[in-house]
C-alpha cells in the first residue's frame, strides 16, 4: 500500500523490555521524523532524520534509539521500556524543506 | 531552543460565530504549518506558510503568518461542527535545519 505505515497499531509491554516500533513509507521521502504524544505536552520530537544514515535528536530523545539504513525505514526502539514512555507515537515523512509532512496512523504504547 | 505556544488551548463556540487561534514561537523561523488531528486519528495538513506575510485560505480556514512578530494566527470563519477537532501549529527551528517543533495544540469544539 502507498503511503506511511506504522506497526504495530497497538502494543503493550512490560517494564524493562526492549520494543521496537515501525515506520515504512513508500514516497522515497528524504525527511523522517517521530513524535510522541501525551495529553497537555502536544507532540513532542524524539528523533528526525534528513536521509539514509543521518539521524538526529529532537526535544526528548533520552531512552530511545533510531536507525535508517534505508530510506523508507525509520524503526524507532525503546532500549528499556518505562512507565514514563506510555503513550501515542507518530512517525511522519516529508519530501523537503517548505513541504508538508504526512503523518502515520500512530502506535499506540502502553508499559505496563 | 524554540518554543512554540498556542492559545487558547480549549474553545467552544456556537456555529455561525468567528474566531481565532493563535501561534507564537520564540525564535526566527520562516516556516510554519497547520494540521488538523481528529480525535483518536492521525494528522492532516491544512496550510503550509513559507514567508512573511503569507496568507492561505480553505473554505472556512485562513492562516496566516507574521515573521517579524513571529505569530501565526488561524481564522474560522462562520463556524460549522465539522471543523470540530484539534489544530496544530508547527514551526520549523532556524534556518537549515528541518526540526518541526509542535505548539500544545487548539482543541475546538463547534456547538450546534
Known amino acids: 500500500d502507498a503511503g506511511i505505515t506504522q506497526s504495530p497499531r497497538y502494543k503493550i509491554t512490560e517494564t524493562g523490555r526492549q520494543v521496537t516500533l515501525m515506520c515504512h513509507q513508500t514516497?522515497?521521502?528524504?525527511?523522517m521524523f517521530w513524535y510522541r504524544q501525551d495529553l497537555g505536552h502536544g507532540l513532542r520530537l524524539i528523533y528526525y532524520s534528513a536521509a539514509a544514515d543521518i539521524t538526529d535528536k529532537g526535544e526528548v530523545p533520552d531512552g530511545y534509539v533510531v536507525s535508517r539504513s534505508k530510506t523508507e525505514n525509520f524503526p524507532l526502539t525503546l532500549e528499556s521500556a518505562t512507565r514514563s514512555q506510555t503513550s501515542v507515537y507518530f512517525c511522519?515523512?516529508?519530501?523537503?524543506?517548505?513541504?508538508?509532512?504526512?503523518f502515520g496512523q500512530g502506535t499506540r504504547l502502553t508499559v505496563v | 531552543e524554540l518554543k512554540v505556544e498556542q492559545n487558547p488551548l480549549f474553545l467552544s463556540m456556537q456555529e455561525g460565530k468567528n474566531y481565532t487561534i493563535y501561534c507564537n514561537y520564540s525564535?526566527?523561523?520562516?516556516?510554519l504549518y497547520w494540521y488538523r488531528q481528529d480525535p483518536g486519528k492521525s494528522l492532516e495538513s491544512l496550510f503550509v506558510?513559507?514567508?512573511?506575510?503569507a496568507v492561505k485560505q480553505e473554505g472556512r480556514l485562513m492562516a496566516s503568518l507574521d515573521t517579524k512578530a513571529r505569530l501565526s494566527t488561524l481564522h474560522i470563519t462562520a463556524a460549522v461542527h465539522d471543523l470540530s477537532a484539534t489544530y496544530f501549529c508547527?514551526?520549523?527551528?532556524?534556518?537549515?535545519?528541518?526540526?518541526?517543533?509542535f505548539g500544545t495544540g487548539t482543541r475546538l469544539k463547534v456547538l450546534a
Open positions: 506558510l513559507l514567508s512573511n506575510g
Open positions: 514516497w522515497s521521502h528524504s525527511y
Open positions: 511522519a515523512s516529508s519530501k523537503g524543506r517548505g513541504l508538508e509532512a504526512f
Open positions: 525564535t526566527t523561523s520562516d516556516r
Open positions: 508547527a514551526v520549523e527551528e532556524s534556518v537549515g535545519t528541518y526540526k518541526y517543533i
